[in-house]
């Protein structure tokens, strides 16, 4: 079946993005020729065109979006213009699959539909969802706008991934997909990327523990609710025994260290934004405990968070809000505080530290599931056979 493939992104550069990068190489080990288009990083992935382990790689730039909704029009429509553009220089392809957000490549898609290609949208986000969580607008012309897209979006595409079995469940019943044209492929960390090394007691500032956040910081993914957390941690329950890392960025990185200074916590918070590999491993090999405080709200249920799955990979014990798709992810990796209760999250830390033996215990759960049942050896032939329902 294989082909000439392209994928296109505008969420991330590539390889930063690992689903995408694994799906490349996945599809170029199955025989493919695969090209990618995709923006260029702000500190790596920055050539304009390169090849990587036989991936061809073309980047455009891009200026991140800034303030309201107004911003994403700008950023997608220049995305979206870079894409057209990129797309006809590589010329007709056998499949073209488009990773979303946002919800406009399907006219990059369409384009090369009529020249012969298939589509496969790999739905990483429910926009919809995203737009209600992020924006405190309501369903508003917007929100009506990118319904719109995203009901575009599935009437073009001959399957849909799904990265998840709630996503599925909406490309079915919202969407209006067969459930034979819709395949699960799960996010799964590279095993072999995460591994323990040489525990530094220098990275925990001189307290016994510490405690890591990873992930991307923007209005819904919680790190103003960690920090509350953690405050609470502090007064409530009168524990100063531990250091925070908060490793990564994004749209609120400033909003959330100014954030920790107002709380008081500036001497027991440390923000590193993003970091190499090698130090991203230091941080998470010398964790106690990781957080995962993504609070509810419309996409967050439904969505399978990197974050968690990577916490797994370190043999990390997890907190977590009580959401849907997390409890699926982590399992008994996990210990889940009710919805949006800081208080309740802060207390199971507290459990957490007080118990090296349950923290070993939920480390050794989580690193059984993501080489397991949740690994990407599971996702990779999911990823094959949705290829060859669309090539059928």
Known sequence: MAGKALILVEN????????VWQESTTLRDAG??????????????TEPHVE???VKIYRYPLRAATGGPLGYVQEYGSALRHTFRLARRIGPVDVVHACNPPDLLFLVARMLKRQGARFVFDQHDLVPELYLSRFDRGKDFLYRAVCRLERLTYQAA??????NESYREVAISRGGKKPEEVFVVRSAPAVERFHQVPLEESIKRGKPHLLCYLGVMGPQDGVDYALRSLARLRDDLGRTDWHAVFVGGGDTFEDMIAF??????SDSVEFTGRIPDEDLLRYLSAADVCLAPDPLNPLNDVSTMNKIMEYMAMARPIVSFDLREARVSAGDAAVYAPANDESEF????ARLLDDPQERRRMGETGKARVTGPLSWERSRTALLAAYEAACS
Do not use: M
């Open 12 to 19: 991330l550069s590539v390889p930063f993005d690992r689903r």
């Open 32 to 45: 493919w020729d695969v090209h990618v288009i995709c923006p260029q990083g702000a500190k790596r992935d």
């Open 52 to 54: 990587i382990d036989g």
């Open 158 to 163: 001959d399957v849909v991934i799904a990265t």
């Open 260 to 265: 920790s200074r107002e709380l008081g916590l």
């Open 346 to 349: 802060a207390k199971l830390i």
